[in-house]
């Protein structure tokens, strides 16, 4: 045969899947249908990297797989494209930010378009075109109308470089994700979603979806759900009780402090009394430079003032215990404030042995005195020193001091989320506006449906000002309305929304992309949705995979969609690291351009390594070597040409083998073990070699199955052969399971305990049968008196002789 030339062989194919719309998705509703997602790419200056064709790859297969299965398949691609680094590369460079994306966007997607992959571009989104983020305004009108969107003063995370508002989730070790900038908080008005309405329905809708179990426990404790109590204390002299939040209402009789958080409220209301003010002070200027993770950190060395002037009384036992604040304790869980019981809790423990607090055991079983060490076991303790709570369990125990704390008025049982409210307000111009106008006598007013889309006005500058307002508030002209309400002056919000709102329903947009009038029809999402399958990367768990079924259950509830949640699979991938086994960066010079190896060793060599290279799940180094491995297995691939005799069937010797080799490549891609499908594929063309040769039936088999991973190499390869269509158009092949047992094995036949032959049987013979067999082969051996007649099934036939 010809040489392999990757480069001819790629453009030709990418070329013919063009000209033929090979996977173009069908209107089709009567077909099954397959829906498989991979996240969408911010389309930044830098290009693809390396990372995105694993997930990419492995639903490709996937998708082409299902195709081949029989099914209408959507596998879609679109641009999630507001967003920080654009503008800030556009204020850097005199650009319109839309120049930046267009001009990012068709680098992108000449980039994938190189590497092979079957999405139907007819159904291309972007997150910034007008005809797609009228429906994100459309979506955020149906929010604020359900009283999900409202305004706060919120203490933000803002960062002092991006000049802008973060949520926590983009706050990363203190600082900001993107620029790496110190975060700092600053108190702002700000549109906030209410997300935390959702949590329960966020929470309970996991039971029902099929996630890769570490998806589900972060999302799980993301949302965070704690039951406990919430308990009064009295303030000695005061009208005020200090309420606390604790999951262990067993222990309090083992309160001997309480802590509020440097913020709390009290703090100022009883200035007056607080006779040590000028430490209070200082301690709350430290502890606003802190992030709330430095603040909770368990390792921290614990750091506090007492308030000397207020005393609390425990309401079980009428004890007089000092209140202190601490910034270990946090103003936006709970209360805001805590009763502290060092005994059984970890961090009060620490915070005790520091200032010389009291100690007291109310949960006996620790091995050691709780002096020495804190302890925390809820399933052995039993409790001590609690009057009436003695010798219970921790479990029952709670259940008689809630009923008791309920009883009495002092206390309720009480659920808590750590999941907050998402603010969704950003000072920057690259994002939707917010389809709101504030009218000095109406308030807040929605602007109506009939003028959406709200487009987002040309600007001279897209530089933020100074004081944090976004660009837009320069433009008078535009900001300057009337009211929709009253027809009065007003003012159209100038904030902008942030990166996770486009991509929180694109996989909707994709069902039905160019509808005007709606944001998909109703019957492509009865058809389309929810999502078969979608894989994306672990570190958009808690945030776009949150948000995104946040909105989705909403738009379920509006009955706007026919399924509660939107995605029945997530599977997550693992990072492609550098060589050196570190992150790649352009600081460490191990950066892997995926256009270089396209170029060397061709797109199905890139997409074969980046399947081989290890479980998909995990994280893995990058190796030249490798990739070298996987381009010479092509090039056996290709070369097995020469070798092809025979007809459509499978050769006698073969035929278990590929029958086990087709199940396990089937079985493989859908279980993400790409890795071990191309093992043995390549197990499987060892075997030709061994043999010199390979029938037309068994290479098409191969072709067939590897088609997935490598397409272009097997459709040429096919084409070369002079196989009929196409290989996109051919049916997934089936494997037999009989076929897949080996059927025939060797046995010993032994006299006297000595071999004298070999026989084949098959493997379910019975024993009479294999004896008399056995015995015709060696009888020309037999020349005695057989005495006994052993079989050691499927192995040894003893013939005992006297
Ligand atoms: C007394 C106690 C005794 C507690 C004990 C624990 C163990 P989760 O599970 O995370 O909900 N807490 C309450 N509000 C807090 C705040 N704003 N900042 C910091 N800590 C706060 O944890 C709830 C527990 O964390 C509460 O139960 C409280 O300490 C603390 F043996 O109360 B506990
Ligand atoms: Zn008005």
């Not at 999630?80 to 930010?97: C, Q």
């Not at 009923?403 to 920057?428: M, P």
């Not at 080799?661 to 790409?674: A, C, G, H, Q, R």
Request: proline fraction near 5%.
């Amino acid at each position: 045969a010809v040489p392999y030339n990757h480069r001819e062989v790629e453009t030709k194919w990418q070329k013919i899947w063009d000209d033929e719309k090979a996977f173009q998705t069908s209107d089709d509703y009567s077909k099954p249908k397959y829906y498989a997602l991979v996240e969408f790419p911010y389309p930044s200056g830098q290009g693809l990297h390396v990372g995105h064709p694993r997930p990419y790859t492995a639903l490709d297969i996937v998708s082409r797989k299902r195709r081949m299965q029989g099914y209408n398949v959507l596998f879609p691609m679109g641009w999630d494209a507001f967003g920080l680094p654009t503008e800030n590369y556009a204020i850097n460079n005199h650009i319109h930010p839309k120049i930046v994306t267009k001009n990012n966007v068709e680098r992108f997607k000449g980039q994938l378009h190189a590497l092979g992959y079957s999405f139907d571009w007819d159904r291309e989104i972007n997150t910034t075109d007008v005809g797609y983020y009228k429906w994100t305004q459309w979506i955020f009108l149906k929010l604020f109308k359900a009283g999900l969107a409202y305004k706060a003063e919120m203490p933000i995370n803002w960062c002092t470089s991006c000049k802008v508002g973060l949520a926590n989730e983009e706050v990363v070790n203190g600082v900001c994700e993107r620029c790496g900038s110190e975060v700092v908080r600053k108190v702002k008005s700000q549109w906030m979603l209410k997300i935390t309405e959702y949590a329960d329905k966020l929470l309970e809708g996991l039971d029902s979806v099929d996630y890769v179990e570490r998806v589900k426990v972060s999302q799980k404790n993301w949302i965070g759900k704690s039951t406990g109590a919430e308990v009064d204390f009295v303030l000695k002299g005061k009208e005020d009780k200090m309420t606390v939040y604790t999951t262990r209402p067993d222990t309090l009789f083992g309160v001997t402090y309480m802590v509020m958080s440097p913020e709390h409220p009290f703090i100022d209301k009883y200035k007056e009394d607080i006779k040590n003010w000028e430490d209070v002070v200082s301690y709350r200027e430290m502890a606003s430079k802190k992030s709330d993770f430095e603040r909770t950190e368990l390792a921290k060395d614990k750091t506090g003032v007492m308030l000397d002037g207020l005393t609390a009384v425990n309401p079980v036992n009428g004890k007089e215990i000092p209140v202190w604040i601490s910034d270990y304790v946090l103003m936006s869980y709970g209360t805001g404030a805590i009763m502290a019981v060092p005994a059984h809790d970890e961090r009060d423990w620490e915070f005790a042995k520091k200032f010389n607090m009291p100690i007291i055991e109310v949960v006996a079983g620790s091995p050691v005195d709780v002096n020495e060490a804190v302890f925390t076991d809820v399933e052995t303790g039993i409790l001590v020193n609690s009057d009436f709570l003695n010798g219970l369990s921790v479990a029952e125990a709670k259940d008689k001091i809630t009923a008791f704390l309920t009883e009495k008025g002092i206390g309720h049982k009480k659920t808590n989320f750590k999941l907050r409210d998402w603010v969704f307000s950003r000072q920057r111009y690259w994002g939707e506006p917010i389809p709101i106008v504030k009218c000095e006598k109406c308030g807040y007013v929605p602007i109506p449906e009939s003028e959406l889309p709200l487009e987002l006005p040309d600007v001279e500058s897209y530089m933020p000002t100074d004081n944090g307002e976004s660009p837009l508030a320069h433009m008078t002209d535009w900001v300057k309305t009337t009211c929709p309400c009253c027809g009065g002056p007003a003012m159209r919000e100038t904030d902008t929304m942030p990166q996770w709102a486009g991509s929180s329903w694109y996989f909707l947009r994709y069902t039905d992309p160019k509808n005007d009038r709606e944001l998909a029809s109703k019957e492509a999402l009865n058809y389309w949705m929810p999502v078969d399958w979608y894989n994306g990367g672990m570190e958009h768990t808690t945030l776009h995979l949150l948000y995104s079924r946040f909105w989705h259950r909403f738009l379920y509830d509006e009955k706007v969609v026919p399924c509660p949640e939107p995605y029945k699979k997530r599977t997550s991938h693992g990072m492609i690291l550098g060589s050196n086994g570190e992150k790649m960066s352009k600081s460490r010079g191990n950066v892997v351009n995926p256009d270089d190896i396209v170029r060397d060793y061709g797109a199905d060599t890139l997409r074969t390594y980046e399947m081989f290279i290890g479980a998909f799940e995990l994280s893995a180094a990058w190796s030249e070597d490798g990739v070298k491995g996987c381009r010479r297995f092509l090039e056996r691939v290709w070369k097995l040409q020469e070798i092809v005799t025979g007809d459509d069937a499978y050769s006698k010797d073969l035929e278990v083998k590929m029958h086990q080799t087709i199940k396990k490549v089937s079985n493989d891609f859908e279980s993400l073990k790409y890795n071990t499908a191309i093992a043995a594929m390549m197990a499987l063309i060892n075997e030709f070699y061994k043999k010199n040769a390979v029938t037309n039936g068994e290479f098409k088999t191969l072709l067939t199955l590897l088609n997935p991973v490598a397409p272009h190499i097997t459709e040429e390869i096919w084409q070369r052969m002079g196989y009929e269509g196409r290989i996109y158009q051919i049916t997934w092949p089936e494997y037999d399971e009989e076929k897949t047992k080996e059927s025939t094995i060797e046995i010993a036949v032994q006299i006297n305990g000595k071999t004298r032959a070999t026989l084949a049987i098959a493997r379910d013979e019975e024993k009479d049968a294999v004896i008399a067999k056995a015995k015709e082969t060696v009888a020309d051996k037999l020349t005695g008196n057989v005495v006994k007649e052993i079989y050691v099934p499927g192995r040894i036939v003893n013939i005992v002789m006297k």
